[in-house]
């Protein structure tokens, strides 16, 4: 009888113990967004205390021009009220196009929370091929508080 209490503690242990590293083993923060019905916006930390953080893309990544790419980002409090300006820049000189002809964006960040917004590469917009490409999300309130995307290849 002893010996079937300390095999079933034995198990107990055993599965507490998997259950336990299952539970934190979760998939990376900077893990792509899948598609726009799964919230990628949750794999990435965009905590930021000051201006806009861009997490997506992270860089490195390759696009198509005419793509569709889910910017993630995170804004603080103090960037509340009119939204955000969305640009692509060729490079570190290009002076960008927009990449929506309005503002869009979240209107009350706080600070913790991520955020996507879907913006299309779209060439008659004047979106180029390029290996240094990134995002910018300006705020249009104070737009020194700009975030920027990694670098990434957008090709034909």
């Known amino acids: ?7 079933l503690l034995a198990t107990s242990l055993a599965f507490w113990a998997c259950s336990d590293d299952e539970s934190s083993s979760t998939s990376p923060k900077d893990e792509k967004p899948t598609s726009s019905s799964d919230n990628g916006a949750e794999k990435f930390d965009c905590t930021t205390e000051s201006g806009v953080v861009v997490v997506y893309p992270k860089g490195g990544e390759s696009f198509k021009i005419g793509a ?7 804004a603080d409090e103090s960037l509340a009220g009119p939204q955000f300006v969305f640009k692509y820049r ?16 979240e209107k009350n960040p706080d ?5 996507e917004q879907e913006v299309k590469l779209d060439a008659s917009l004047g979106v180029k091929a390029s ?16 975030g920027k995307s990694g670098k990434f290849t957008v090709t034909e």
């Open 90 to 105: 060729a490079n570190d000189e290009d002076p960008g196009t927009e990449l929506i002809n309005e503002s869009a964006g």
């Open 68 to 74: 569709t790419i889910k910017v993630v980002y995170g």
């Open 111 to 115: 600070g913790k929370t991520c955020y």
């Open 1 to 7: 009888m002893k010996l079937a209490y300390v095999a």
């Open 131 to 146: 290996n240094e490409a990134f995002i910018q999300v300006v705020p249009y309130s104070k737009t020194n508080k700009l």
